[in-house]
């Protein structure tokens, strides 16, 4: 994915996310100052709190674009 793919990617899990009822103002707010890499790592810990919400493909493409080491939140 390019850089564009993958933001419009992030923003569509925060929006799924809300319309789910989940809590992740906080990280909205990340998203929209720029910081990417702090918004997804919410969407991943609500992700990992709230399974069957998020494709799991599509949270591992953007764990991958992203680069991110999810291991502290798989614990």
Same mark, same amino acid.
């Given at each position: 994915?390019?850089?564009? @793919? ?9 929006k ?14 990340? %998203? #929209? ?10 969407? #991943?810990?609500?992700?990992?709190k ?8 599509e949270?591992?493409?953007?764990? @991958?674009? %992203?680069?991110?080491?999810?291991? @502290? %939140?798989?614990?």
């Amino acid at each position: 994915m390019d850089d564009k @793919e993958t933001i419009d990617l992030l923003e569509k899990q925060i929006k799924t996310l809300e319309q789910a009822g989940i809590e992740i103002s906080d990280d909205r707010k990340f %998203f #929209y100052v720029g910081e990417w890499d702090l918004a997804l790592e919410g969407v #991943y810990v609500a992700h990992k709190k709230h399974p069957g919400v998020l494709d799991p493909r599509e949270m591992r493409a953007l764990v @991958e674009d %992203f680069g991110i080491d999810t291991s @502290e %939140f798989d614990r």
